[in-house]
């Protein structure tokens, strides 16, 4: 007798996932926030990276993304604002952004994205995790 393949999905073992809010705070009114959380310091702010992304609407100078993952671990999250709607974060001709960005855990960058581990935090959260939108 044949044996019917399992169903798509997690693995029995590794449960439902877990859902992981960050509030991204000090954001210009309009257009959405995009945002990704990683997991692997490699693959940290780099396309197609992340595990998990997000789009939300900006309101009241504040927007809430959700992501799912899998399992539990260390994960930092980016973010952008897109302000003018085209789906991508503006840039000068120096490569310095020109619409807002933010870093799970408040970190700042100068003149890259700051190290994986200065935004990871654990999952599941044991605190509120934020993010503040620097322009």
């Excluded at 509030?23 to 997991?39: A, D, E, S």
């Excluded at 310091?41 to 993304?65: D, F, K, N, P």
């Excluded at 700051?114 to 935090?121: E, I, L, S, T």
């Amino acid at each position: 007798m044949a044996q019917v393949p399992a169903p798509p999905g997690p693995a029995p073992d590794q449960g439902p996932p877990y859902l992981v809010s960050i509030l991204v705070k000090g954001l210009h009114i309009g257009g959405r926030v995009f945002g990704g959380i990683y997991r692997d310091a490699e693959l940290w702010t780099e396309e197609g990276g992340a595990v998990s992304t997000c789009s939300v609407r900006v309101r009241a100078h504040q927007a809430i993304c959700t992501f799912s993952v899998l399992r539990p671990g260390r994960y930092a999250a980016a973010f952008f604002h897109d302000w003018d709607g085209d789906g991508v974060i503006d840039k000068n001709f120096l490569g310095i952004p020109t619409e807002g960005y933010a870093f799970s855990r408040d970190v700042s960058a100068v003149f890259s994205a700051p190290a994986f581990g200065r935004a990871a935090f654990d999952v599941p959260l044991r605190s509120v995790v934020s993010a503040t939108m620097r322009y």
